[in-house]
């Protein structure tokens, strides 16, 4: 069964604050990970690949535990543009499909 | 990333009516994929669009009810057949980015409502 789980949240926590978001997934043959964010009514929009190495761009770390199935995300210094759903992805098969997780929310407040 | 573009961005219908939703995007993919994500829900691909053959469904989705056109590589429709209330949802077409690791990129969405 394809399966994607994230904390479900929501999220508030103040500006400047360090948050952390857990995903697993349930295939160990997927190959690629990925968090989007998404706003409110809009399309999911790509913030990040995840490796096997771990990467980091600006604020944002992400990290991928192959054996555990566990993907996280770190976010910090919290900015009130942050504010938005973020969706923990896994690839599934060689056709590059995507299943998604339900989503985490975070609000951050001035 | 492409630039991707979708029609209608919201739309109203009545029931048993159908709906086509086009997807065009600014240069040649090979892949894209459409999705529904119903509300408060996340995102459950419907098919894959396959430039020159049957597009290729995800489990509980059927060619009857979500018929696919892949013409060309730069266009896509989806249309949502006979529509029920159960249909109102926002759809989205994504395409496969050119890198290695399976990125899709996603157009703005199609706000369905079926009354």
């Known amino acids: 069964r394809k399966e994607v789980e994230q904390d479900p949240g929501p999220f508030n926590v103040p500006e400047g604050a360090t948050v952390a978001f857990n995903c697993t997934y349930s295939?160990?043959?997927?190959?690629?990970f990925f968090w989007y964010r998404q706003d409110c009514r809009k399309e999911p929009k790509l913030l990040m690949s995840?490796?096997?190495s771990g990467n980091e761009d600006g604020r944002f770390t992400a990290q991928l535990n192959r054996a555990s199935q566990y993907i996280s995300l770190l976010i910090r210094d919290s900015k009130l543009s942050d504010s938005a759903t973020y969706l923990c992805?896994?690839?599934?098969?060689?056709?590059?499909?995507?299943?998604f997780g339900k989503g985490t929310k975070l609000s951050v407040k001035p | 990333s492409a630039v991707i573009s979708q029609k209608p961005s919201r739309d109203i219908c009545q029931r048993g009516t159908s709906l086509t939703i086009q997807c065009q995007v600014d240069?040649?993919?090979?892949?894209m994929f459409w999705y529904r994500q119903q509300p408060g829900q996340s995102l459950t691909l419907i098919a894959t669009?396959?430039?020159?053959?049957?597009?290729?469904?995800e489990s509980g989705f059927v060619i009857d009810k979500f018929p696919i056109s892949r013409p060309n590589l730069t266009f896509s429709t989806l249309t949502v057949s006979n529509m029920s209330p159960e249909d109102s949802s926002i759809y989205l077409c994504?395409?496969?980015?050119?890198?290695?690791?399976?990125?899709?990129?996603f157009g703005p969405g199609t706000r369905l409502t079926v009354t």
């Open positions: 994504s395409v496969l980015g050119a890198g290695r690791s399976y990125e899709q990129y």
């Open positions: 295939n160990s043959a997927s190959q690629s």
């Open positions: 995840v490796y096997s």
């Open positions: 992805v896994v690839n599934w098969g060689s056709q590059g499909n995507l299943i």
């Open positions: 240069s040649q993919v090979t892949m």
């Open positions: 669009a396959n430039q020159g053959s049957e597009a290729t469904y």
